[in-house]
Nanobody, 123 residues
Framework: QVQLVESGGGSVQAGDSLRLSCAAS????????MGWFRQAPGKEREFVSV????????YYADSVKGRFTISRDNARNMVYLQMSSLKPEDTAVYYC????????????????WGQGTQVTVSS
């Protein structure tokens, strides 16, 4: 059982940076791959990034590759998404998610979800 709470969202200008955090609770945290998804108004929830259980493997959507960095600190039960060179099209509610299989890029591949944090990027 994992509970997830995102934080760090806000309103920024294009080109700015922002770091999202996901605080996880549960004794089995290290058993889960952790993903980030986002959902903009009127759009389907889309995959952003995923990191394997101990952080040895990472995967990014093409839309964010080179700009976003996912990381995790298992000792603190934390997952992060460092976002740089933000664009207006990055505007969305961002969700962290926990899943049992690394590499899933669809929402259905994850078992637990946070409540989301809003990121707004203006030009």
């Amino acid at each position: 059982q994992v509970q997830l709470v995102e934080s760090g969202g806000g309103s920024v200008q294009a080109g700015d940076s922002l770091r999202l955090s996901c605080a996880a609770s549960g004794r089995t945290f290290t058993s889960y791959a952790m993903g980030w998804f986002r959902q903009a108004p009127g759009k389907e929830r889309e995959f952003v990034s995923v990191i394997s259980e101990i952080g040895s493997r990472k995967y990014y959507a093409d839309s964010v590759k080179g700009r976003f960095t996912i990381s995790r600190d298992n000792a603190r039960n934390m997952v992060y998404l460092q976002m740089s060179s933000l664009k207006p099209e990055d505007t969305a509610v961002y969700y962290c998610a926990a899943g049992t299989t690394f590499g899933r890029v669809v929402a259905g591949g994850y078992d637990y979800w946070g409540q989301g944090t809003q990121v707004t990027v203006s030009s």
